[in-house]
């Protein structure tokens, strides 16, 4: 089993930056591709940026805004979301993705509003 924790999700104004952090526990060791997810209101969940076997990919609507990271020593993964825009509001969520199985992992999610 694999734990997945997000915060820092809020509100703020286009333009402004928000940090989302995910928290991993459990059989982490086992997992080989994390990310964020988000899903707007009533719009299907979508891939927001990934770690994918060595890789990291983004969606294009979010290329040279945000960047995912992660520090493995604190068992914490990253998204910096700059230079926010209103279609970015959505509730993100933290993903994890386990071969041996497979089994897929969810965070519970957390708010990300944009106000024009």
């Known amino acids: 089993q694999v734990q997945l924790v997000e915060s820092g999700g809020g509100l703020v104004q286009a333009g402004g930056s928000l940090r989302l952090s995910c928290v991993y526990s459990?059989?982490?060791?086992?997992?080989?591709?994390m990310g964020w997810y988000r899903r707007a209101p009533g719009k299907q969940r979508e891939l927001v940026a990934i770690f994918n076997i060595g890789s990291i990919n983004y969606a294009d609507s979010v290329k040279g805004r945000f960047t995912i990271s992660r520090d493995n020593a604190k068992n914490t993964m990253i998204l910096q979301m700059n230079s926010l825009k209103p279609e970015d509001t959505a509730v993100y969520y933290c993903?994890?993705?386990?071969?041996?199985?497979?089994?897929?992992?969810w965070g519970q999610g957390t708010q990300v509003t944009v106000s024009s």
């Open positions: 993903y994890a993705y386990q071969p041996m199985g497979p089994k897929t992992y």
């Open positions: 459990g059989n982490i060791f086992s997992i080989n591709v």
